[in-house]
């Protein structure tokens, strides 16, 4: 028999795998449109120029990306832990309920840099509140936390549809949303973050939230390779056996992760609802939990490889919208195809071009009697 390929250079694992991935959901996707009788090529400028190439799209991109950030980071600390967190949406949802609550209570007595940690602190406990619900079924009742996960998304939309149509909406309003927040439930644009490269954001929404996005970055990076619980969780997410062995609890560490990881998740709210729509919606979420499983696999469980995922992703929402306005042929559908195809490689089909670069990168194996 043969010995195990050696493990591939960091290099490649973290940067040449997810390129080639890319590469070939892009391929794929291009002959897609290039079936229906479009050029590939124009439809790539179209997607880029729209995204990048002005300072409303660009505000647009990054303002997708925040949302994809806070997601990505939540299902990365859960798969640092060998827990594989896909309620995201769900607990996103509940967090929402959290900035709402700041928001209603406190917007027209406190400015916005008041009410914007008491809304952070909100969505980050209920967050957490509703991620720990499925991590103590795991840790102490062996429910898998990806089945009770799925389902909790659906039970938290459940609960928004009651809270916004039964309790939060206005009197004498039939929409399912809470009253438009006062000014101090408004978080400000970040007009002078692109102003000195000469772009102005017009209508789009990018906010402070931003910087916290990407300050839950850095704090996510001294969490897991710079803390003592960091490397607790890495432990045991890399061997559980080995973890007990060490005196690391099975039971402390599943709870602490998810409910980190249901805090970050619970954040992303604060985007959508105060930076946004400064009133809570029904669907403020649109789907970026689920987005951020493939912003996680793409960046590797990395916060630098995290943000570098999540503006792609930012990249394909608001340039797949500009291409399905400029050429109706492609239809907003076929944007979800090309989203779709980049989830499919980066992660059910992670490991295609694994084989092919182990043999190629790896020192020669060298043949072991049988």
């Not at 640092?80 to 917007?107: R, S």
């Not at 916005?112 to 720990?132: E, N, T």
């Not at 249901?262 to 105060?274: I, P, R, T, W, Y």
């Amino acid at each position: 028999m043969t010995l195990p390929a050696a493990p591939l250079p960091r290099w490649v694992d973290i940067g040449l795998i997810p390129l080639l991935n890319l590469t070939a959901a892009f391929l794929i996707a291009g002959l897609v449109v290039l079936a229906i009788g479009e050029d590939p090529l124009e439809a790539t400028r179209i997607i880029l120029a729209g995204a990048l190439g002005w300072g409303e799209g660009v505000g647009f991109t990054l303002y997708y990306a925040t949302n994809f950030i806070f997601t990505g980071l939540a299902v990365a600390v859960a798969f640092h832990a060998g827990l594989f967190n896909i309620g995201g949406e769900g607990q996103a949802y509940v967090g929402g309920l959290g900035v709402a609550a700041a928001c209603l209570a406190f917007d027209s007595l406190l400015p916005w840099w008041a009410v914007f940690p008491l809304a952070a602190m909100g969505a980050a406990a209920c967050g957490a509140g509703w991620a720990l619900v499925p991590a103590y079924l795991q840790a102490r009742r062996g429910s898998h936390v990806v089945i009770t996960t799925i389902m909790f998304n659906f039970i938290a939309a459940s609960l928004m549809v009651w809270l916004l149509v039964d309790v939060l909406s206005p009197p004498g309003s039939m929409a399912p949303e809470t009253r438009t927040f006062a000014e101090g439930g408004r978080l400000p644009k970040l007009d002078w973050l692109l102003a000195p490269f000469g772009l102005r954001i017009g209508s789009a929404p990018l906010n402070v939230a931003l910087l916290l996005a990407l300050a839950s970055c850095v704090a996510v990076w001294a969490l897991i390779w710079r803390s003592r619980l960091g490397y607790e969780i890495r432990t045991f997410g890399a061997s559980p056996t080995a973890a007990v062995y060490a005196g690391v609890s099975p039971v402390k560490i599943t709870l602490v992760a998810m409910g980190i990881s249901g805090a970050l998740a619970g954040m992303m709210a604060l985007n959508s609802v105060m930076g946004e729509q400064n009133r809570l919606v029904f669907e403020f979420v649109g789907g970026a939990g689920f987005v951020g499983i493939a912003v996680a696999l793409m960046g590797r469980a990395h916060p630098a490889g995290i943000v570098l995922a999540a503006v792609l992703f930012g990249v394909l929402y608001q340039g797949g919208a500009e291409l399905a306005f400029e050429k109706p042929s492609i239809t907003r559908d076929m944007i979800v195809m090309i989203q779709g195809l980049v989830i499919l490689f980066a992660g059910a089909l992670e490991f295609l071009f694994r084989p092919a670069l182990a043999r190629l990168f790896s020192p020669r194996r060298e043949r072991a009697p049988a």
